[in-house]
Nanobody, 125 residues
């Protein structure tokens, strides 16, 4: 069984920064892509960013481009999300996700096999 554990969430003022981490473990963890999603109160869980290990390619939703950066550790079992210039609308629970296969639908929840429990990010105005 694969476990994904997020950390780094918290309360920050608008314009500030946070760095989220996601550590993966399990008997035979091997992913092709890892990503971050977020869910604000009363809204659907939405794609934020993803990284494809084989090519190093990164993908972002438009609203975070230029502000957020996804990166990974050398062992490819850790993924980070550096969030700069945070806005109140970034407030959400952020979830880490992993998949053993890269799919062109990487922005959809169903493209991922494993999920973390989430970490709260709150941006005050």
């Amino acid at each position: 069984q694969v476990q994904l554990v997020e950390s780094g969430g918290g309360l920050v003022q608008a314009g500030g920064s946070l760095r989220l981490s996601c550590a993966a473990s399990g008997r035979t963890f091997s992913s092709a892509v890892m990503g971050w999603f977020r869910q604000a109160p009363g809204k659907e869980r939405e794609f934020v960013a993803a990284i494809r290990w084989t090519t190093g390619s990164t993908y972002y939703t438009d609203s975070v481009k230029g502000r957020f950066t996804i990166s990974g550790g050398n062992a490819k079992n850790t993924v980070y999300l550096q969030m700069n210039r945070l806005k109140p609308e970034d407030t959400a629970v952020y979830y880490c996700a992993a998949s053993t296969a890269f799919r062109l639908t990487y922005y959809l929840r169903r493209s991922y096999d494993d999920w973390g429990q989430g970490t709260q990010v709150t941006v005050s105005s």
